[in-house]
């Protein structure tokens, strides 16, 4: 039996072991305001590799969510707009915020928020939008940010699974008013577990920089909430080893998806993942859709691939709408989602990571397509 395709893994070398390494000799662990000199590195070529004139580091892509939320001054009487077809800790965040997710609709090709749906749901009380770069696709970021313009909104924008990708030529990091990076071990870039936020803004940066050290504007002087957000010194030395290879995975991850496409497209009965016009994809995984099928015959599809030790997933079997939590209280609103249940039901994801070469591209394809016949 050939070894498990993993649906992602981290490509980690000698960069990476030598700079964890060099920290551990350092003795410089982390940093009491979480500002040491790998982290310093680690943001400003991050900065610079997305185009925005602030990045600030913290410990993961939730706790990037939540700063973001708390330096746009979110608090308990307003509300954020976002998907439910996402992950929760995007939702769970706006919630430690105090204020109220309201869930849109997707995009039925791009599984994206939908503009319409996100402009339905605004109110008086919308502080905010968190566009969701799904699967490594840039949300239609013009029409975030232009709602925003007309309402007087902010645009948080998740891209936790998107690092590297463009929106009109531009990296996502340099389009909202913020943007937020998880490094979690999955993701393009990692650092085990690790976040950025993105910014063009010297009020939010200063404002992040404090909420990720306890409020603190100097020692012992808190003057707003925050937390221990820290980034350490050994994820930002890893962090800055794996920046230096991104442009590389995401070309192996472009390729894959391409021979992914190939391969797949005479398949009349998938939906294979769209690239629109001005948006280039980061190709985090590569998504299809079963063509009219519940969620029994697309589990059963999922179950051939594991069975042939291919790690196909879900993202999101159940939309955050519908998990105990939000589906038995009130914390969140939402309107109609029939976009998001049905793509909950159809769609599945394969692996594309820069580890896999053509040989293994084949034998997914193959297998799925056996699976389907
Ligand atoms: C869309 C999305 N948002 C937010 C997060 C949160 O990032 P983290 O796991 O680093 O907290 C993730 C990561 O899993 C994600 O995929």
Not at 41 to 50: D, I, L
Not at 57 to 76: E, I, K, M, S, Y
Not at 111 to 129: D, G, H, M, N, Q
Request: net charge positive.
């Amino acid at each position: 039996m050939r070894e498990l395709i993993r649906i992602n893994q981290p490509f980690l070398g000698k960069e990476e072991i030598d700079s964890a390494v060099d920290v551990l000799r350092s003795g410089v662990l982390t940093d009491k305001s979480g500002m040491g000199p790998r982290v310093l590195e680690f943001e400003r070529s991050f900065a610079k590799y997305v185009g925005a004139k602030h990045a600030v580091a913290v410990v993961n892509g939730t706790a990037a969510l939540h700063a973001a939320l708390l330096a746009a001054d979110v608090r308990p009487g307003d509300e954020v707009i976002l998907p439910s077809f996402t992950f929760v800790g995007a939702v769970n965040s706006v919630v430690l915020a105090g204020a109220t997710p309201v869930f849109a609709d997707i995009d039925k090709d791009t599984y994206c928020l939908k503009p319409e749906s996100v402009e339905e749901c605004v109110t008086r009380k919308t502080k905010a939008i968190i566009p969701t770069d799904l699967y490594g696709l840039p949300s239609d970021l013009k029409s975030a940010v232009d709602l925003a313009k007309n309402k007087g909104l902010i645009v948080i924008e998740d891209a936790a699974q998107a690092h590297g990708a463009q929106y009109d030529g531009k990296r996502v990091g340099s389009v909202a008013d913020m943007t937020c990076f998880s490094f979690y071990a999955a993701k393009n870039l990692t650092t085990g577990e690790g976040g950025m936020i993105t910014t063009d803004d010297d009020e939010y940066a200063q404002a992040l920089r404090m909420i990720r050290s306890h409020g603190e504007q100097r020692p012992y002087w808190t003057v707003r909430l925050g937390h221990n957000y820290h980034m350490s010194e050994i994820a930002a030395a890893i962090g800055q080893a794996q920046l230096r290879k991104l442009p590389g995975f995401l070309e192996k991850r472009r390729k894959n998806a391409e021979l992914a496409t190939q391969k797949l497209e005479m398949s009349g009965k998938l939906i294979l993942p769209k690239e629109p016009d001005g948006r280039r994809h980061a190709w985090y995984v590569y998504t299809v859709r079963l063509r009219g099928v519940n969620a029994a015959k697309r589990n059963k599809i999922v179950d051939k691939l594991w069975n042939k030790n291919i790690e196909a997933a879900v993202y999101y079997s159940t939309p955050v709408h519908s998990t105990p939590f939000y589906r038995d209280s009130n914390v969140a609103r939402k309107g109609r989602l029939p976009e998001t249940e049905k793509a909950s039901r159809q769609v599945f994801s394969l692996p594309v990571h820069p580890r896999l070469g053509e040989e293994e591209m084949d034998f997914v394809a193959d297998m799925l397509r056996k699976a389907i016949a």
